[in-house]
């Protein structure tokens, strides 16, 4: 199997030299691992993952550092500087990430932070990068299940809610009034599906839907309760701010979870508050 440019390879280490070490690259002969990144200890017949990218002469070259995104993903990045070709992104490498002026949505600044998409360029080889996001999602129809557990990437606030990236494939909406949390642009975290539309674009919850929910917060709530000396201040007539700043959850949820631990005899709901019961024997 080819060595990838623009993603992690595990790769054999073959020569040592006084300015780092040689790694086997296949097809592509020796691919040197500079000194500053070999690790301590390394010795010929190891193996090491490392990312593969072309230095500033154009030559392929190994580091064990971890870059912001590799060639395939998208990443919210921001701009180093700027020359008469285009911007140049910081990624978490000495050489920065290129963005063709005809790959930018409007003009970057240096200083800003922008949604691209890392790929090959066809002609060149190189790796770079294209701010006109929509492009690389994917127009196949998804085939998640409603409620399915997905990675998503927050992508923009629009006036409905938030654009996110689901699965590194398809575009995704959290709606503002489903939103009980704060949530930025270039965060990562796990989410649900809602409902997938007929125009293939996706319905993200950000929390578990229906009773999965309900029971798993039920669960947390319980052992915070017990944490914090049995009692809680809070009950089903609290105010709903009030409840999220303290769980992070909606007052419907923290309704619910508190309804099944009443009948399960765990709880008393009280005029001020909640109260664990002491179980007897």
């Known amino acids: 199997m080819g060595i990838e440019l623009g993603r992690y390879n595990t790769l054999k280490v073959v020569k040592e030299v006084d300015f780092g070490m040689y790694l086997d690259g296949d097809e592509q002969g020796e691919i040197l691992l500079p000194s500053r990144y070999v690790p301590e200890d390394c010795k010929v017949g190891d193996t090491l993952d490392v990312f593969l990218y072309l230095d500033s002469e154009e030559r392929l070259i190994a580091t064990t550092l971890h870059p912001d995104v590799q060639v395939g993903e998208f990443a919210l990045l921001e701009v180093a500087w700027v020359n008469q070709h285009g911007a140049f992104m910081d990624w978490g490498l000495m050489k920065d990430l290129f963005v063709p002026f005809s790959e930018q949505k409007a003009k970057m600044q240096p200083g800003g932070r922008y949604m691209i998409h890392a790929h090959l360029d066809d002609e060149s080889y190189r790796i770079v990068a294209s701010a006109k996001v929509e492009r690389y999602l994917s127009k196949e129809q998804p085939t998640y299940k409603q409620g399915e557990e997905v990675e998503i990437l927050v992508w923009q606030r629009t006036d409905l809610g938030y654009k996110v990236i689901v699965e590194n494939q398809f575009a995704?909406?959290?709606?503002?009034?489903?939103?009980?949390?704060?949530?930025?642009?270039?965060?990562?975290?796990?989410?649900?599906?809602?409902?997938?539309?007929?125009?293939?674009?996706?319905?993200?919850?950000?929390?578990?839907?229906?009773?999965?929910?309900?029971?798993?917060?039920?669960?947390?709530?319980?052992?915070?309760?017990?944490?914090?000396?049995?009692?809680?201040?809070?009950?089903?007539?609290?105010?709903?701010?009030?409840?999220?700043?303290?769980?992070?959850?909606?007052?419907?949820?923290?309704?619910?979870?508190?309804?099944?631990?009443?009948?399960?005899?765990?709880?008393?709901?009280?005029?001020?508050?909640?109260?664990?019961?002491?179980?007897?024997?």
Request: glycine residues 8%; proline residues 2%.
């Open 172 to 281: 995704g909406l959290v709606y503002a009034n489903e939103c009980y949390e704060e949530i930025e642009p270039g965060e990562k975290r796990k989410a649900y599906i809602k409902q997938i539309r007929e125009d293939g674009k996706i319905d993200i919850n950000l929390q578990k839907a229906g009773y999965e929910r309900v029971e798993d917060f039920s669960k947390t709530l319980y052992d915070l309760l017990k944490e914090r000396g049995g009692y809680c201040s809070l009950n089903d007539k609290s105010d709903a701010d009030l409840i999220y700043q303290v769980f992070g959850v909606s007052k419907k949820t923290f309704k619910k979870a508190i309804g099944a631990l009443y009948r399960q005899q765990l709880i008393s709901i009280e005029p001020d508050g909640i109260r664990v019961l002491r179980k007897t024997k």
